[in-house]
């Protein structure tokens, strides 16, 4: 690795106290590591129909499409027998689960810590899925969630649903992973005989050991092999990469939207609960990816009846508070987007201040009324007011504030927010201090403001204005 990179070395004080073989895969890697290595390394060239035939990885092509071919063959000669069927459904959770629980949330993510037991187990239903081993696969995955979207995730959503789904597995990769830390994988002694015996279990694990449980336990030794062997592994194959496609393609954002993952019930079925993959990638090393009970996470269930009958401990779970906020900036989000398709008053600093003398004096061409401060043309209102017309007529060329708050009739939110449309204009000095609250119509009391945007416009009202600029009549 280190070849690779610009000369960098890690901190003396990290070096000293750590093994040669023992520092991380990225102890040197730069600071613009994602950049530098995108424009240093260059990809291969991009597939076509010239070069498909030397670029596929056969190896990968065989797994993945021998499998659908051989079964459907097979069940068009083989009849299903109840008992196949539900085994058949029943080793498609253990194998899928060993790849949700196992081979993702354990090893990926070290999520939760398993007793050794449960490690075999998922170990061994693991390679039943036949998705390589789990060093490879959680080494993979890891750049994936640090490297997400980039040319560096090994199955960057951005290159389309099949390539994220499938096709990245189908040729060479185009340029190589993104560096990630897997010390911890190589260390395990479970993970290290896995892989050292990776084809031997793959075999037994998704063809021998399912023919032989329905061969022996109900004399179906063909049914046991095309359907709990062949044509489940197909549908694990499918689950399992789902993940990478539909999980980062259908459904919502619920907790950050920079990224692609989103959260679907859908993805979350097809998936045995992987489909909250938004809440996934903002809090990866959680052991959950659904936080509501009633949603679909049967993973999480499984991981969680595991510490209750003491195989499993340490579950980890992101601070609740934090959830939180992820989900109300998602939320404000969209209220913001909302409050930006509404048209809004007039701001404080496009309103020319006005004297009380020209105020009156322009009071006597057109029904201006003052409130809080503010003036307002009401002529496309007079018949329109609800109170009847001679109640405005009455306030023209007035303070009318007194009156719209409550002097006469307290007014409704919505008629103060269609009062404050009708602003022309800030009258110098007109407003009495502290009833700053009433020349903030109500819609724009929770108002959503970025961090840069400087206090509302109301802050500065009318009242603090030194200078008259409507003298010559910019009201009008
Ligand atoms: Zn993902
Ligand atoms: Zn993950």
Same mark, same amino acid.
């Given at each position: ?122 170990? *061994? ?339 603090? *204005? ?11």
């Amino acid at each position: 690795m280190s070849s690779v990179y610009p000369t960098r070395q890690p901190p003396a004080v990290a070096k000293a106290h750590v093994a040669p073989n023992d520092l991380p895969a990225d102890a040197d890697i730069p600071d613009n590591y994602i950049e530098y290595t995108l424009k240093k390394d260059k990809p291969l060239p991009p597939i076509q129909w010239a070069n498909i035939l030397n670029e596929l990885n056969w190896l990968n092509v065989t797994v993945i499409c021998v499998p659908p071919v051989i079964g459907a063959i097979g069940v068009c000669y083989t009849s299903l027998q109840w008992r196949t069927a539900l085994f058949s459904v029943i080793y498609y959770f253990l194998t899928g689960v060993s790849m949700t629980a196992g081979y993702h949330r354990l090893w990926s993510h070290r999520s939760y810590n398993a007793s050794k037991p449960l490690e075999y187990a998922l170990a *061994l239903f693991g390679a039943g899925s036949v998705q390589g081993s789990i060093k490879w696969w959680a080494r993979g995955h890891r750049a994936h969630h640090r490297y997400t979207d980039t040319d560096l995730d090994p199955y960057n959503a951005h290159k389309g649903f099949f390539y994220s789904h499938v096709g990245w597995m189908l040729v060479k990769p185009r340029r190589r992973d993104g560096v990630a830390d897997v010390r911890d994988l190589t260390k395990n002694a479970i993970i290290k005989w896995q892989h050292r015996n990776y084809l031997v279990l793959m075999l037994f694990m998704a063809f021998v050991l399912p023919t032989l449980v329905a061969g022996l336990g109900w004399g179906d030794w063909r049914g046991g092999y095309v359907y709990a062997g062949v044509v489940r592994l197909v549908f694990v194959h499918h689950s399992t990469w789902s993940v990478n496609s539909l999980a980062h393609w259908l459904g919502e954002a619920p907790f950050d939207d920079k990224h692609t993952p989103r959260d679907h019930l859908i993805t979350a079925l097809a998936t045995i609960g992987e489909g909250y993959h938004n809440f996934h990638h903002q809090f990866p090393m959680d052991y959950r990816n659904a936080i509501r009970w009633y949603q679909y996470d049967p993973t999480k269930w499984f991981i969680f009846s595991m510490q209750a009958v003491g195989l499993a401990s340490h579950l980890k779970t992101f601070p609740d508070n934090e959830v939180k906020k992820g989900q109300l900036t998602m939320q404000l989000k969209k209220l913001r987007e909302k409050q930006e398709g509404l048209v809004w008053p007039s701001d404080n600093n496009d309103l020319p201040v006005v004297s009380w003398e020209s105020f009156l004096d322009q009071a006597t061409k057109r029904p201006l009324i003052v409130v809080a401060g503010f003036i307002h043309d009401v002529s496309d209102f007079l018949d329109a007011h609800p109170g009847g017309r001679h109640f405005l007529t009455k306030t023209i060329g007035t303070d009318a504030t007194t009156a719209f708050f409550g002097g006469v009739y307290e007014h409704s939110n919505a008629a103060h927010n269609l009062l404050a449309m009708k602003r022309v204009g800030v009258l110098h000095g007109g407003m009495p201090h502290g009833s700053e609250e009433k020349a903030i119509p109500p819609s724009q009391r929770l108002r959503i403001m970025r961090y840069n945007e400087t206090g509302s416009p109301y802050t500065s009202s009318g009242s603090g *204005l030194e200078q008259t600029d409507d003298e010559g009549g910019l009201m009008g």
